[in-house]
Structure formats: structure tokens, C-alpha cells
């Protein structure tokens, strides 16, 4: 009886330390309050309402700490198939059910493919981009919808979904990996504005999914031992200035690099090329926090593509930002081989990472959902 009334009721959630945590024990701890942890914990609850779930983060909702609320946020499901495709179509399923309205249909130019298009005929009907591309280095090009969504949303209404549902989320919280549980860090300011940790305890769980994004793998190597074939890679984030309209502006993709309208500009979307080398730090440091300082794989993807696309090769290009805004800002992405599609590994028993992915094309934005409803639905 007790557990059919915790079923009906709201999560509770705890934002600071002056909230006191006395929980013990969770059946599932969902570690990350990103996209795909979010999705866990509501998928869960839905799935198991008689099961208790908690989803903590270190930082707030949605995670402030990763590429979620960087994400391109583009479903396009072109040249997938079999279970891939599956994925994609569940995938679109819920976030036409998540997101009523805000999901805005676009066309995506797709040069250099072999497409049914001229490239050179294709431009004249978008005078925008005149001079953007090198018909000559890119003669075909394929013209298609896509949509596109903003992660961050998305997000925020998969936690607070999740909670409504009866899942408890915890944040300022540092998560530890232990045997058959979450040793938890709450994290507290100080009057010198100082991070610290105002109290640790340990809870309970049966079923840990690490959903921690480029830290999921370090969390599993320091906490339990357990090695995986994903380390952590480094991207930055360039603007094109370059006007766009979000609501009318086609998406451009040449091979990886994906140009999506966002703010008033373009934004520019590369997969990980290779890990990060061990000591390299950018020469220009932190500012606010934020590590910045312009990254020489950052030069290394753009150069060759300069001729094929000479609007890279002009003032309009502005090296990344950060989630403040902060010019030449770079953030750590899980990678692995150079890039992967999202996934969801059993790494231990009763112990689970989901990575989002680093693939521009099938990526965590097209499969995501699709993949934690397959994994929750394995959770027995």
C-alpha cells in the first residue's frame, strides 16, 4: 500500500544544502541531469511507477555542464536504417510529444553528396549563402527537411516531467561511483564564493545508470574500476556572423561539419577528432571558469575546408563560445573512435553509461529518446 501511494506522488527535490537529505536507498540512481538522464528518470518512473528513482547533478537543471544545452538540435533521420532507424522514428515520436510546437521544420542543404542536385542551381535559390560554397569543390548537393529543437527545453521538461511523475532529483550534488550505490557530495558556496563540499553520505541502489556525458567514463575508471573505450575529447563551438532567421534559414552540412542558424547567427557543429593530449591547456586559460584559448584541432578542421567553403576563410568567423557567451570557450565531449553513435552499455551488473555520442549525422539528437526508451525497457 505503500508503495502505490509513493507511486502517485510528485518527486521530492532538493536544490541546497539547507534542504536536508536523509534518503538511504533508491532502486535506480540516475547520475546527470542531462538529455539522456532526464529521459531515464522519466522513462522510468512511467515504465516502473512502483520503483524509486533519483536523478542528481552537480550542477543544476538542465546540467550545466556538458553539450546539452550546446546541442544542435537536429533530428534527420536520412541514411539510417534497420535499428538505427527504429531509434529515429521513436525518437520523433516523442518529441512531437514533448515539444507540441517547438519543433521547427527546416531545409538542410547537404553538399558534396551525390545528390540529385546542382550545387551552383541549388544556391540560386537561397541568395543568402552566395559565396558561401565552391561549386567547383562541391558539385552535388541533396535539399531536405529536417527538424530542429532546442536540447535545453527539451531537457528542462524531461526533468520536471520526471519529477511529476514521482522521481526525486537532487542537485549541487557530486556524484562518486560505489559498490551497489552513489556516494553523494552536496556542494555548497562559501562568502569567498568557493565551491566546497558541505556534507557527504552514501545511498543505496540497485541499478546505477551513469548518464554523466564525457565524465560517465571517468566516473566508472575512479569509482569502481571499470574501464570503457570512451575518453574525453575537446571541441569548440564557432559563430559565422553571418545573419540567419531560426525560423526560415536552411542548415548547411558539408561531410561532418554542420552550420546550424542560432541567434541571429550561424553556429558551427564538428564532431571530436582525437583525445585530448595529455597536459595540452589552451595558452590563454580560464576566464570566469570557462577554459579559453584557441584550439590548435579547432585550425586543423577548418583549414582544409576553407577552399570548399570560403565563407570560413572570412572576418564573418568567430572561434567558439561558451554557455556564457565567452568568446573562445572549449568543453569536454565523450569520444571514442574518432566519433561514435549515442549509446548504452552495460558496463557492470546493475551498472549502466549512456553516452550521447559524438556523430553529427545519427547522432544523440536523432536517436537519443529512442535509445534510453530500448534501455529502460531492458531494466527488469
Known amino acids: 500500500m505503500q508503495e502505490a501511494t509513493r507511486s ?12 536536508a537529505f536523509k534518503e538511504q536507498e533508491y532502486d535506480v540512481a540516475v547520475v ?20 524509486r528513482v533519483l536523478l542528481l547533478d552537480e550542477g543544476g537543471l538542465p546540467s550545466e555542464d556538458g553539450a546539452t544545452l550546446l546541442g544542435a538540435g537536429v533530428w534527420d533521420a536520412a541514411g539510417l536504417s534497420g535499428a538505427e532507424a527504429d531509434l529515429a522514428a521513436t525518437t520523433r515520436r516523442e518529441l512531437e510529444r514533448l515539444l507540441p510546437g517547438g519543433l ?5 542543404l547537404d553538399f558534396g553528396a551525390q545528390g540529385p542536385e546542382d550545387t551552383a542551381e541549388l544556391l540560386a535559390d537561397f541568395p543568402a549563402l552566395a559565396g558561401w560554397v565552391d561549386p567547383a569543390a562541391l558539385p552535388r548537393a541533396e535539399r531536405r527537411e529536417v527538424l530542429t529543437y532546442r536540447p535545453g527545453e527539451l531537457t528542462l521538461r524531461l526533468g520536471q516531467a520526471a519529477v511529476a511523475a514521482g522521481a526525486d532529483l537532487l542537485l549541487n550534488t557530486r556524484a562518486e561511483l560505489v559498490p551497489g550505490g552513489v556516494r553523494l557530495h552536496r556542494l555548497t558556496v562559501t562568502n569567498r ?3 566546497v563540499v558541505h556534507e557527504t ?3 543505496r541502489a540497485g541499478t546505477v545508470i551513469v548518464a554523466a556525458g564525457a565524465a560517465g567514463p571517468e566516473l566508472l575508471e575512479q569509482g569502481l ?3 570503457t573505450p570512451h575518453g574525453r575529447a575537446f571541441v569548440q563551438r564557432p559563430r559565422l556572423r553571418q545573419p540567419s532567421d531560426p525560423a526560415a ?5 558539408a561531410g561532418d561539419l554542420l552550420l546550424r542558424p542560432l541567434n541571429g547567427e550561424y553556429a558551427l557543429y564538428l564532431p571530436p577528432v582525437s583525445a585530448d593530449p595529455h597536459g595540452y591547456q589552451p595558452t590563454a586559460g580560464r576566464l570566469t571558469g570557462v577554459q579559453v584559448g584557441l584550439r590548435r584541432e579547432l585550425l586543423c578542421s577548418l583549414l582544409p575546408r576553407m577552399d570548399a567553403l570560403p565563407v570560413l576563410a572570412t572576418a564573418a568567423l568567430g572561434v567558439g563560445r561558451s554557455l556564457a557567451d565567452v568568446e573562445g570557450a572549449w568543453l569536454g565531449l565523450p569520444h571514442g573512435g574518432p566519433t561514435h553513435a549515442p549509446l548504452a552499455e552495460a558496463v557492470a551488473d546493475g551498472v549502466w553509461l549512456l553516452l550521447g555520442g559524438s556523430r553529427t549525422r545519427g547522432g544523440v539528437d536523432t536517436l537519443g529518446l529512442g535509445l534510453v526508451r530500448e534501455l529502460v525497457g531492458t531494466l527488469n
Open 249 to 253: 534559414s536552411p542548415l548547411l552540412r
Open 225 to 227: 574500476g571499470l574501464h
Open 32 to 51: 546527470g541531469a542531462g538529455l539522456l538522464g532526464t529521459a531515464a528518470a522519466l522513462y522510468l518512473r512511467g515504465l516502473w511507477p512502483q520503483r
Open 104 to 108: 521547427t521544420p527546416l531545409p538542410l
Open 193 to 195: 564564493h568557493e565551491i
Open 201 to 203: 553520505r552514501e545511498v
Open 8 to 19: 502517485s506522488e510528485r518527486g521530492q527535490v532538493w536544490a541546497h544544502v539547507g534542504q
